[in-house]
Nanobody
Framework: QVQLVESGGGLVQGGGSLRLSCAAS????????MAWFRQAPGKEREFVAS????????AYTNSVKGRFTISRDNAKNTGYLQMNSLQSEDTAVYYC????????????????WGQGTQVTVSS
């Protein structure tokens, strides 16, 4: 089992920045790929970004490319999502996830999930 806890969400003005963290415990976090998903009210859960188990590669959904950066520090068992130039469309609950399948975008391929952290961007 891997337990994931997100933090760093909050209210920010459009154009601002936030950095989300995902602290992992349990089984060796470094064995798994990590991803961030988000879900806005009334919408399906959406892939945001993923990173390989050894920092070997990243993937992003088109709407966040150039604005968001995913990273991880396996020594600290922590993953991050740096979000810059935030837009109102980025408002959602953000979830981190971990799984064994690499840079996949399908949320069903991730075995472990955090409880989510709310990000609200005011226009």
């Amino acid at each position: 089992q891997v337990q994931l806890v997100e933090s760093g969400g909050g209210l920010v003005q459009g154009g601002g920045s936030l950095r989300l963290s995902c602290a992992a415990s349990g089984r060796t976090f470094s064995m798994f790929a990590m991803a961030w998903f988000r879900q806005a009210p009334g919408k399906e859960r959406e892939f945001v970004a993923s990173i390989g188990w050894n920092n070997g590669g990243t993937a992003y959904t088109n709407s966040v490319k150039g604005r968001f950066t995913i990273s991880r520090d396996n020594a600290k068992n922590t993953g991050y999502l740096q979000m810059n130039s935030l837009q109102s469309e980025d408002t959602a609950v953000y979830y981190c996830a971990a799984g064994p399948y690499g840079l996949v975008t399908d949320h069903n391929r991730y075995h472990y999930w955090g409880q989510g952290t709310q990000v609200t961007v005011s226009s």
